[in-house]
């Protein structure tokens, strides 16, 4: 027991986020997005911690229907080059896959991330250099679960080219982008991840994935 843990409900409240978090790709409602919704899940996105607090990222958000249209047209033809990777059955299951709500969902948002924002020396990326990045997934997933407890739906496209993701956004070269997200509200959430329930690949057993003190090793 510790005194800084949450109260009860609190903590539940926590983990009903993390556990009913979902990613959303075909229940979007056309409804807007309120801008102090927004702001405050944006909030939630910018307190994620980060490699020697650079706070590497910019928020991008997209509304512009031509522009979700450019993004959308790439999505498709990406989706069509990942398809060709699959033969039989497995090709046929994912092109029945919804794997994006771009144009559906009121807001599109890319998250990137700015590898010089804080000079050339960053306390704690000397040596992994690709520690900026990763803060920036943890400001993607403040985002996420703060999304969640809004009644807001999040998805995350990566099917798409990174090159013309940039043209598309006018993202400068020195700049990465992380994510793309399509955020708005839900006619609701699934259950379970739409890849499970669509048997294209199940939750790994929890005791199959943790090691104690070496990797694979057992105590
Ligand atoms: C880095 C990254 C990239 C993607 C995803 C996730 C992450 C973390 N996911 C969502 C992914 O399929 C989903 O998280 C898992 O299937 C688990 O489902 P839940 O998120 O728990 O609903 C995802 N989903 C999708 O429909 N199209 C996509 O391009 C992507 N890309």
């Not at 047209?73 to 896959?97: C, H, I, P, V």
Request: with cysteine.
């Amino acid at each position: 027991m510790s005194d800084h843990a949450f109260a009860p409900e609190e903590r539940d409240a926590l983990y009903k986020a993390i556990f009913s978090r979902r990613d959303v790709r075909g229940q979007f409602a056309p409804d807007p997005v309120p801008e102090e919704v927004l702001t405050r899940v944006l909030t939630a996105a910018h307190h994620a911690p980060s490699v020697g607090f650079m706070q590497p990222w910019n928020f991008i958000v997209v509304q512009d229907p031509a522009v979700k249209a450019q993004i959308h047209a790439d999505f498709s033809q990406a989706n069509e080059e990942e398809a060709a990777l699959f033969t039989g059955e497995r090709k046929a299951l994912y092109s029945r896959l919804k794997l994006e709500g771009i144009r559906e969902a009121p807001v599109n948002l890319c998250i990137t991330c700015d590898r010089e924002r804080s000079g050339p020396v960053v306390l704690g990326r000397t040596h992994i250099p690709t520690m900026d990045l990763y803060s920036c997934v943890c400001a993607v997933q403040n985002l996420w679960l703060a999304a969640r407890a809004e009644g807001l739906g999040v998805g995350w496209v990566s099917i798409l080219h990174e090159d013309r993701l940039r043209e598309a956004l006018g993202i400068p070269e020195r700049i990465v982008p992380v994510a793309y997200l399509c955020l708005g509200y839900v006619s609701h959430f699934h259950e379970t991840p739409e890849l499970e329930k669509a048997g294209w690949r199940n939750r790994l057993p929890l005791e199959d994935l943790v090691f104690r003190d070496r990797w694979g090793g057992t105590t």
